[in-house]
């Protein structure tokens, strides 16, 4: 074995503890790049496949009854690869044993003529056949059946039409179509389910015999999507309905587009953050372990090795730390990775879904970590290895010491160890913004990872408790005559009625448009209102609209400027509104204009799609099943069953966010406080024993030390917070979308919190270093080499 190869084990030997805390930071890097990434890829790959293998469709479009020999001429259109027509209906289903309301998508499969687009895949029992003594036989999503317990031979009920039907299992399914099963955007298994039927039984059922309700569509290769989107919505347009649109405004797919693409801004980010830790923490230990080895370095280029070759003896020394984090963070990031696969199965359900680290992203990290090793290694060895060997072997020269900024207050006092650490601060004043850094970046860490339990916080009492008040949303097949509000005054238990609109509307000014809701409550909202982010109720708008500042920067518009509103159902009219006010608002890019007025500009009557119902005490469940028998009422949900649904979910995600975030951000803080006070500790040996033998106490010289490290902490504290609010800041920008926009909002325990974890950190990694200083040899100290 080589000198050097030997020389780098004994110093490997000797830097053990050090090794640890730096392969512990490469290693959480690392192992949050792969898992992130890794977990988003697999969640990419199996929707890739099953989007492959089930013919998913890229355009979509509902009218309400249009004859079946209108899917020729659709298939007629340039661009239309294929055609399939389904006939849909939305149903009340009762589950037995649930008291929970759950709303049910009917689906007509026809046995004769298989799907080519949109297949369902049976993942259990059969294929459902014609009714059987009234009941109608049904494949159920497999998340709705899990979650609600039920298996083939199970029966629910479905008022369809008007009519109570039982529907009886026969099998669990999947499909391309319906990959997330939620409800307004929100992940809930129990309240949504998909109920594939006979196609002809469906049809009789719901006065669709020879006709559809659903088109999807496949593009050939090339095609002009926004050109076939037109020319099939003018097609239908006389078959009322929605305007055809593309996979974007798909449901399942927009929320599972919208996933991959905020974990790929996570799994980038924070890494980073971390690996370029990592580098610093390779920097300082590498400059200062050259420093104090500054005479080894003169005897080696005086007995003939070049700096090539001293350069390479670092690497070698600094590459078991870096490989050993990166073999680490493989083994962890594979762990984390599943672990993050397993909770994207609850959500996003695929025939095929198993998590697989790609043999490139490994190779990726390995090169990231190289990068960095290098890097912070060669850049602290260059300086000490262009001096001469006559000139390195001298001793360096002693430092200038002087009054310190803080001495020079007048009146000040300060005593002597307080004046040591202060100077000796200012004297390296990089080495000390490294160390305060490293710190504050922990902190930062700490921040973004709790700002999530914030943030859910503020969305549940903004959405659940001030802008919906009601205890309960009632919506309509179609637009009514707000009178049949009354009707539903008069069911017992409840309190108020509230009664509202929404539309599908398309937002248009010169050649910006966007597609989004106009919603339209009364003058003095009190069950639904408009909740800014701030939580500040907004009045909708009066004579024109209230527009959510994203949409309105989207189309280019303030306040007093005119928007084109053309709306998407019924007649389709076009509106000519003014922007009187915009709101920051979370959820989506909406308009909100007082019913009355939307109902004059509508030329209709006075129409609600949707009532808000407050009940008594215990009326929910009452009013639920009263609705049930009103034959116009498409469905309902309760206000506290979503939320509970919701809360079991994002309660637990967050937590696991949390702890791994801070996870990560105690293992910085370790690393950087430890790395700084062990390298400080071999730096000063001499200076310190000799204190001890002038009379210091071991605490007195234990001061010197840690104190530098507790000024650190106390100036990294302040600091690591106005980063994590920045860092926060700027990952929520990455991630907004048009869907939704998460609140930053970083309230006192969350600031709190991350300041405790640093300074425990701290506080561990000061204590093992005093136990060194303890431990301090004098006499091994004071000897002079000459």
Known sequence: MRALDRKVLRDLRLLWSQALTIALVVASGIGGFL???????????????????????????????????????????????????TVEHFARVTVPGSPDPVIGQLIGLDAERPQRLNRVQLRSGRWPQGASGGELEAVVTESFAQAH??????????????????????????SPEYIFGGLFGMPDLRAFGVFWVDHDELAAATDMAGAFNRVAIKLAPGASEPRVLDEVTRRLAGQGGAPAHGRTEQASHAMLDNEIREQRVLGTVLPVILLAVAGFLLHVVSARLVATQREQVAALKALGYGNASIALHYLKLVAPMVLGGFVLGLALGHWMGTGLTGLYAEFFRFPDFHYRLAPGLALVG?????????????????????????????????????????????????????????????????????????????????????????????????????????????????????????ELARLPGVLQVEAGRRLEVRFSNGSRSEKGLL?????????????????????PGHHGVLMTDRLARKLGLQPGDSVTVEVREGAREVLRLVVERTVRDMMGLNAFIERDTLNRALGDGDLANFFS???????????????????????????????RNMQEVSARNVLIMSSILTAFAAVIAVGVVYNNARIALAERTWELASLRVLGFTRAEVSVLLLGELAIGI???????????????????????????????????????????????????SAMV??????????????????
């Open 35 to 85: 898992a992130t990434l890794s977990a988003v890829d697999s969640l990419a790959r199996a929707r890739d496949d099953f989007y492959a293998s089930g013919r998913f469709a890229d355009v979509f479009a509902a009218v309400k009854r249009a004859p079946n020999a209108m899917a020729s001429r659709l298939l007629e259109v340039p661009g239309v690869l294929d055609v399939q027509t």
């Open 519 to 539: 919603d339209s409550y009364p003058a003095a909202p009190r069950l639904q209102r408009v909740v800014d982010v701030d939580q500040v109720s907004r009045p």
């Open 149 to 174: 317990g039920l298996r083939p031979g199970a029966a629910v009920s479905a008022l369809v039409n008007g009519k109570r039907r039982n529907l009886r299992i026969t099998g669990t399914a999947l």
């Open 366 to 486: 390995l090169v990231l970590v190289t990068v960095t090793a290098v890097l912070g290694t060669l850049t602290a060895v260059a300086a000490t290895v262009r001096l001469s060997p006559a000139e390195a072997m001298q001793p360096p020269a002693p430092g200038r010491y002087r009054r310190a900024l803080l001495e020079r207050i007048p009146h000040l006092r300060l005593a002597p160890s307080l004046r040591m650490i202060v100077r000796n601060l200012e004297r390296r004043p990089l080495r000390a913004a490294v160390t305060i850094g490293g710190m504050a970046v922990a902190v930062a860490i700490v921040i973004m990872g709790n700002f999530l339990r914030d943030a859910m916080d503020v969305i549940v009492d903004t959405q659940f408790n001030l802008a919906m008040r009601g205890d309960l949303i009632v919506w309509t097949t179609e637009p009514v005559h707000a009178i049949a509000g009354r």
């Open 613 to 643: 119902l407050r009940t008594g005490a215990g009326g929910v469940t009452p009013v639920l099943e009263a609705t049930q028998q009103l034959p116009k009422v498409a469905g309902a949900f309760s206000k506290a069953t979503l939320l």
């Open 769 to 786: 270093v005093r136990r060194r200083i303890d431990r301090l040899d004098m006499v091994a100290a004071l000897k002079t080499r000459e």
């Open 714 to 764: 106390g100036l990294a504290l302040p600091l690591g917070m106005a980063l994590g609010w920045a860092l926060t800041h700027g990952v929520v920008g990455l991630m907004q979308s048009d869907q939704f926009m998460f609140p930053v909002v970083i309230r006192p325990r969350t600031y709190a919190w991350a300041g405790l974890c640093v300074v425990a950190a701290g506080v561990a």
